[in-house]
């Protein structure tokens, strides 16, 4: 079957640096997403990696090994506005997504 | 971006009563919407994915005779919540897939409630 697994939730102090790892096991591989989610809202887009390596957009760094089945998404210079939850998801085979269960990310002053 | 608008964004409801959330494309057509449920605290749980002029394909477990899904034109689909009962309040997301490996794009999200 296919499977996305990262942590249920983490708690990071504001101005510091956070890593969210997500792990997956998929049918194929086309590409893997970075969303925020904010309660009550629909998600908005981090990041997309399909190659390894890291991509960096501002304040976000999303990471990927496709031989490990392994991305983590990094958020430097934490801000409270960043308390959300992230998920990770991957589009398969038939380029359908899948996604993570999604980590709750809890920033404390 | 491509840009969906989903509508209504809260809606309450009474038990055995029907409500129908609108998706609509506003600056391309989609062929396909998927429609998610979402419960608190978990993640995206697809239901079912419309396509235009052909019916709905849903995923196991969900029920094609309470949710009923219409993809009537290229610009717009339907989800019906038919017999509403409380366990089916959540909050309800559509997304049209972004062509090959680009990022979805998602409406708003509807909050049912079911009193």
């Known amino acids: 079957g296919q499977n996305i697994d990262q942590p249920t939730e983490m708690t990071a102090t504001e101005g510091a640096i956070v890593q969210i790892n997500c792990t997956y096991q998929?049918?194929?591989?086309?590409?893997l997403f970075w969303y925020q989610q904010h309660a009550g809202e629909a998600p908005t887009f981090l990041s997309y990696n399909v190659l390894d390596g890291l991509e960096e957009k501002g304040r976000f760094s999303s990471f990927l090994s496709r031989s490990k089945g392994y991305s983590y998404l990094l958020l430097k210079e934490l801000q409270m506005k960043d308390s959300a939850s992230y998920l990770c998801?991957?589009?398969?085979?038939?380029?359908?997504?899948?996604w993570g269960a999604g980590t709750k990310l809890i920033i404390k002053p | 971006g491509a840009v969906v608008s989903q509508h209504p964004s809260r809606v309450i409801c009474k038990s055995g009563t029907s409500v129908k959330i609108e998706c609509r494309s506003l600056d391309f057509q989609a062929t396909t919407m998927f429609w998610y449920r979402q419960f608190p605290k978990q993640s995206l749980m697809l239901m079912a994915t419309s396509n235009e002029g052909s019916k709905a394909t849903y995923e196991q477990g969900v029920e094609k005779d309470k949710f009923l899904i219409n993809h009537a034109s290229l610009t717009l689909s339907t989800l019906t919540v038919t017999s509403a009962h409380p366990e089916d309040s959540s909050f309800y997301i559509c997304?049209?897939?972004?062509?090959?490996?680009?990022?979805?794009?998602f409406g708003q999200g509807t909050r049912l409630t079911v009193v």
């Open positions: 998801a991957v589009k398969d085979s038939n380029y359908q997504l899948i």
């Open positions: 997304s049209a897939p972004g062509a090959g490996v680009t990022e979805a794009f």
């Open positions: 998929t049918s194929g591989f086309n590409g």
